[in-house]
């Protein structure tokens, strides 16, 4: 079997076992609340759902073989950061605190990953702080949205998530599928973060179906913005310029 039928034969089962996982996951937080073993259940296939990307990462990092140095150092730190998100997946079921620690050092590792497209300027610092700001306000006189109790940790991680996102934007300066790509996983990623507060019960107290809703439209958002960043290193887009 060839290199190229070998990657694709890797790749279908790699989706393959994400939809298992994450089938088992979904019907597993749908019950959790009422089947005994349901929670631990809901933690073991997130995390396998997530393990499935972070391994489609590494499969492309190492099947690409003419890689750039800043190439390497973009796809070591956005594999970092999938690890970090699915160890944050696992912790913050049991811990909140603990999970937006462990995203944290994610959003941390794709931003370093992104300063490979551009250096951080003030225009972009400024924005960042006035984007974090209204969605800090917009938390604050929510009135689904309890901050007060997490307000600390949740606006130190809105720095970085909503610092990440707007540095993904660099990649545009590509010219090329590959960096608009990047850009449409770091504001899906965005997407994700902002959603998903609404399911986290420590923030957050929606009836059941909402946060069923809220939940899985975060996950949606959230796997697909790992999909599209696993993608990101099976070619070296910094010196190539693809169509």
Avoid at 53 to 64: I, P
Avoid at 114 to 141: G, H, M, N, Q, R
Wanted: charged share 15%.
């Amino acid at each position: 079997m060839n290199l190229a039928r070998r990657n694709v034969v890797v790749k279908i089962a790699v989706f393959v076992l994400f939809a298992i996982f994450y089938a088992g996951y979904r019907y597993n937080y749908f019950y959790e609340d009422s089947v005994e073993g349901a929670f631990f259940r809901t933690v073991i296939f997130k995390a396998l759902s997530s393990a499935c990307f972070v391994f489609l990462a590494v499969w492309n990092f190492f099947v690409s073989k003419e890689k750039s140095a800043g190439f390497k150092r973009y796809s070591i730190k956005i594999i970092l950061a999938l690890v970090f998100s699915l160890v944050a997946d696992v912790f913050i079921k049991y811990n909140i605190v603990t999970g937006i620690l462990g995203f944290l050092l994610a959003q941390i590792c794709f931003f370093l990953a992104f300063t490979e497209f551009k250096k951080p300027s003030l225009k972009y610092a400024l924005l960042v702080l006035a984007v974090v700001c209204a969605i800090l306000i917009f938390d604050w006189f929510c009135p689904l949205i309890a901050l007060e109790k997490l307000f600390v940790p949740l606006a130190a991680y809105s720095v970085f998530v909503v610092g990440s996102a707007l540095k993904s934007v660099d990649a545009l300066s590509f010219k090329n599928t590959m960096g608009r790509l990047v850009v449409t996983a770091g504001v899906l990623f965005l997407i994700s973060d902002f959603s998903l507060q609404f399911s986290v019960h420590e923030v957050c107290k929606l009836s059941w179906a909402g946060d069923q809703i809220m939940n899985n439209f975060s996950n949606v958002t959230y796997y697909a913005a790992q999909l599209l960043f696993a993608h990101s290193l099976s070619k070296d887009f910094f010196e190539v310029d693809n169509i």
